[in-house]
DNA sequence: GAACCGTGGCG
DNA sequence: TCGCCAAGGTT
């Protein structure tokens, strides 16, 4: 969007903005890195309960690291893509061991932590560092798709384009670069929304490219799709499900109760361990991951 | 770069 | 109803 529209944007923000437990002066860094893993393709609303617990039970990087991952996946409940709890501690580890249990304040060291990716590292640099990085997540890059190029939706994956509308648009000093990234993924988040975008109530909608070409409709190649019934994620899904719920170790015949056909029950069960989801006992035995070697 | 990785709510 | 979508990352 044009600079001149910068003020605009952060004075919907100022006074439309949700007031989200992540945001605001008491959030640590720790804080907003476990809401950004937890926000990774996931709604607000189903975050909020799991993110109050986690930080409840592990207010540090360092307490979650002390601690099992396969801890940290039961946690995780039915949040989705479990493989993030599994980072998350990771990363948690990451922090603890190389970087004294402190969230590291500097991009690239972000970047180099488990799970954390072009966008996680900008967010918790922006949100909790208060710095100047280009932060695009869906949010933000569909505002600039239809403000700037006139596109409905953005393209599917990243483009330097795009990175470049961005950064040309973020404000110089970081403090406002902060607040403004935050404020147009609000803005998306609220008003410039992917299925009905609110135009009535956009601050921007004089300038937007889209509105004024007069919304064409997308006409790019088909956006991803995403079936799940009857996949191996459907399976590994409902398998992880009775590991979480059990409290020790589970017997293969639970695991066999979930899914009928057996080669796909095998090649699920056989992927969750290899990604370290699960992990096996002994024969026909299997738990969630301790972090111990695997004895043989 | 495409495919894969969960789950649930909403239009 | 059911396809689309949700603060992505990794391989």
């Known amino acids: 969007m044009p600079h001149a529209l910068n003020d605009l944007v952060i004075a919907w923000y100022e006074e439309n903005a949700r007031d989200l437990p992540w945001r605001g002066p008491d959030a640590s860094p720790w ?7 937890m926000l990774q393709q996931t709604p607000v609303n189903r975050v909020l309960p799991m993110y109050a617990a986690w930080l409840e039970r592990w207010p540090t990087p360092t307490a979650l690291a002390d601690d099992e ?28 061991d190389r970087h004294a249990g402190e969230v590291p304040d500097v991009h690239d060291d972000l970047l180099a932590l488990p799970g954390v990716g072009e966008y996680t590292a900008a967010a918790v640099a922006s949100f909790a560092f208060r710095q100047r990085h280009a932060v695009l997540d869906t949010n933000v890059r569909r505002v600039f798709a239809r403000t700037v190029d006139g596109s409905e939706y953005p393209p599917q994956a990243t483009t330097a384009a795009e990175r470049r509308t ?7 000093a970081a403090e406002t670069a902060a607040t403004w990234a935050v404020a147009v993924m609000e803005l998306g988040a609220l008003v ?8 009535g109530d956009c601050p921007v909608s004089a300038l937007c490219a889209w509105r004024l070409a007069g919304k064409p409709a997308y006409d790019g190649p088909p956006r991803r799709g995403q079936t799940y019934a009857g996949t191996d994620r459907q399976v590994r899904g409902k398998l992880l499900a009775v590991l979480r719920e059990a409290d020790g170790p589970v017997l293969q015949a639970s695991l066999d109760a979930v899914w009928d056909e057996p080669i796909q029950r095998a090649r699920a069960l056989d992927g969750l361990v290899a990604d370290g989801l699960v992990e096996p006992v002994a024969d026909g035995v299997y738990r969630l991951p301790t972090g111990a070697p695997v004895s043989t």
């Open 166 to 172: 961005a950064t040309n648009a973020m404000p110089v």
């Open 31 to 37: 804080a907003v890195m476990v809401s950004e893993f």
């Open 192 to 199: 410039c929304t992917a299925r009905t975008p609110r135009c």
């Open 69 to 96: 991952p396969g801890e940290a996946v039961r946690a995780w409940g039915r949040l989705g893509y479990p493989r993030r709890a599994l980072r998350l501690h990771a990363a948690a580890t990451a922090i603890r």
